[in-house]
């Protein structure tokens, strides 16, 4: 598996334990992956998460997909769950990414939290919503803008209704 192929593009992984992760994707090699941690091996990094080699079952370049998410399959998925699910920085990090689809994955996925339809807990929607003022600010990205938008408001008629929001008892 030539992991090298794959730099700048978007993919979806598949790691042993069948977990799909879409992003795109640069390559580390294994000296910069024994810069940057213990392990010296290739890899493939989404953002802030790294795969190496040896626990990537397969890998699918997603590069000729269009459809309504553009490259992606989905709206979002299980790395913009465990984004949110490991807390504001995590967030914060992929809001102010520089790639934008990462940024409305990440608003699409936090739609379901932001919701209390949904059921979800989401002990930090103050934070999350001072990072989307943030964005707001700071992006000249009509969509994601928009889509920050919406979750701002989907927080004021919650609060205001509920007093408080994602107190449901389902866990991502």
Known sequence: MDLGQYDGQCVRITVLNGDIFDGVCTYKSPECSARESDQCEEGLQIIYYVFYKSDIKSIESL?????????????????????VE??????????????????????NCLDRYFDP??????PCHAEAVGALCEL???????DI?????????????????????GSGKNSP
């Open 86 to 107: 490991s807390g504001i920085d995590s967030i914060i990090a992929v809001l102010f990414c520089d790639d934008n689809e990462h940024v409305m994955r990440l608003l």
């Open 63 to 83: 590069e000729n997909h269009t459809g309504p998410y553009g490259k992606f399959l989905d709206p979002y998925g299980k790395f913009e769950v465990m984004t």
């Open 117 to 122: 339809y949904y059921g979800y807990e989401f």
């Open 136 to 142: 707001l600010d700071t992006t000249d990205d009509e």
């Open 145 to 165: 803008k928009n889509e920050a938008e919406h979750l701002i408001e989907t927080w004021k008629i919650y609060r205001d209704i509920y007093g408080s929001i």
